[in-house]
């Protein structure tokens, strides 16, 4: 039993950083933590598929002219694409929340919904004049 | 000499790929027009292409187009059958008409020294529509969705010159897409990790043996609820009404067309082909998950949007209804159903890009759009109000119009599986529709305009043509229904059938 | 900024040595383990240093604007110009086999061209990212610290 937990220990930390990941994107309301949550969510991801192409005692794969094991180049090639889209995802979600705290003043949500809900009540009020 | 025929499923995806670089380029002159008819070119480009790949396919069957000449499953496959060319057509067809529609508009909203980026964004958004449509390569589909969504955010956040919330709105949709893209990637992992291979085809023949393994289940799962957030199925739609009601109008015209046309595809492509039928949890999600969550979306849509103000704000809820039609018929997994569902596809887009391009033309007339703010419009910008109102019967199910026709499917699907309970539940959806389209008409025709309000004049004709041409197809293809259920037809046989 | 000797000094030192490897990093990609991505990246890291030491307005003397606007450009457009270039060589898209006389050649090339197109977009892109930022807000004086 205890085995089965040990030998698998990089999924444990997988799975321990995808809920870690996920848990920030949910619970906190600064929209700069919620990126970081988003980070540590997809990196998670990348370690999931980098486990899944190692291959016991397989060496990394450049060829070197002698036969020997080597490990899955293939989910890296794929990792590679998903982490550009990261840093894009990332660059992208931080310049909304530059744009968002020049035209609001604040990154924390709380504080948008107050200054949101102020705005609709006025639009209300000009619509039943 | 070089075959291009044979070369047009890539040519499809390269070419407004490459233009997007290309068009970056017009900086350098400054030269707003030219990146519009650059935009123009590529789409009408992608819409020639789509309707020769159609063509093709209903003749000749399937086409697979091999990259880089590796051969399939190890390199990766171009693999259009009737469901992708259908697809590829409506995107295609949706950009080729919105883009003559965007420039005054465009004009309009974007800053001036912003417009080159912003048909470069979208030459992107449209590169990773037609990708995700047209591969044959699972992780490829990622690659794709990521390029589409990225760029939609971009989009989205750029109608921050008219309302500030178009910042929070891109923000929201961005978390939640992302979540949802590496929901997919995750699924897709665990699939490879039992299979080792990437190619859809592959995938679904190695899956057949393996429908008891857990890893399996787990990237099943995975994969439906990633898939489901981009589609925005109830309950997971709450990215959706804000960022249709604050993006630019020629974005809200072609996402709602479009976007989450292309994500209902995967979804059908994942559901049916990668996985099917020989995994016994497929029929349980298709009844216990999604038919409840596709009702409860047409009517959380339609109540939502009768409690708008805001117009635009009130077309998204709409179009959460309408997805929840589409979800309905691949709920109900018979062959009538599935035709309800990929004509719906189709007659949905046709639907919301009318609806939504008559928006547009208010928005360049009057700014912000709310139920107080079109008060007596309807005598002042007749010809507008008049596609408005016909796409709303559409939209509603009226016999002649395109709504009808899906409504009418999805009914005879319904009785064909027995389950009489849900007919009266489409017919109050359908009187809901009626409920909120009757506001904004109350609103346009029997109020007085507001005295604030100068007098405002009936759009260009360059904004009228586009409008009417889609307000004809709704009809068109109403009345003229063989070819359009013909396809159909045949996707849904492909879907259900074992063969590839 | 004057009188960070050691930083400028030390930038000076450092910023020659982090090109050569990005240069190395992209060069050997098709040997050993590297590629386009890493290259531009380590490559738009010697930027970002000489900026973040030496101020954002000189290091727009050094890459301008206008300069970006091409470069980011360019590297797809290089990209996508080897794969359009196998099309007229009769072969399918992105297909290296037919660009030199022998597929082992035609792989070569390739690969190097389409690494070569990555490695300038991805650098020419982080730096855009980094001034998008950078150009935000005021820079920070010295006697803020």
Redesign the interface.
Known sequence: MLEAIFNHYNYWLIIFL?MTG?YI?VSRGN?IK??VG?NI??TS?FL??IT?GKVNDGT?P?LTGKSEIFSNPL?HV?I???I??GI??T??????????RE??GTIEEED?LVS?GHQTEM??N??QP | MTNWLHHIPILIVAVPLISAPICILFTFGANRKAAWFWTLLVSWFAFLCSIYLLNHVLENGIISYHLGSWEPPLGIEYRIDLINAFVLLIVSGISAIAIPFGRLVVDKEIEPDRQILFYTTYLLCLTGLLGVTITGDA?NI??FL?ISS?SS??LI?MG?RSD??A??A??NY??LG??G??FF??GL?FL??VTGTLNIMDLSDRLTHLADNKAVHAGYAFIIIGLALKVALFPMHVWLPNSYTYAPSLISIFLAATATKVSIYVLLRFLFKVFGFSFDFIPLTLTFIFLPLAITAIFFGSVGAIYQ?NIKRLFAYSSVAQIGYIVMGIALSNTIGLTAAVLHIFNHALIKGAIFMAAGCLVFRVGKL???TIRGLGKEMPWTFAALVLAGLSLIGIPTTVGFISKWYLLLGIMENGWWPIIPLIVIGSLLAVVYMWKIIEAAYFFQAPQDRAPVKEVPLELLIPLWVLVGCNFYFGIQTEITIRIAKEAATILLGNSP | MRHHLVLRVIAKMLIPFILLFGLYVQFHGDF??GGG?QAGVIFAAAFILYALVFGDDQARKVVPDKALIVLVPLGLILYAVTGFYGLFLEGNFLDYNVLLNSPKAGQHIGIFIVELGVGIT?AAVMIS?FR??AG?TRAIDDEDW
Do not use: C, D, H, N
């Open positions: 995808m996920l994107v929209l919620k990126i988003l969510f997809q991801v999931l598929y899944i990394a450049i989910p794929l590679l694409t998903a550009v889209v894009s995802t660059a992208l979600g931080l310049a909304l929340v530059v744009r968002i035209s609001y948008i949101e639009e209300l000009k619509i | 992780f990622f690659v990521e990225l955010y971009v956040a921050v500030r919330r910042l929070t891109a923000y961005l978390i992302t979540v893209a590496t990637v995750i992992g490879y990790m103000t709310t139920t107080y | 050993g383990p991505f991805v990212i998008a930022y935000r």
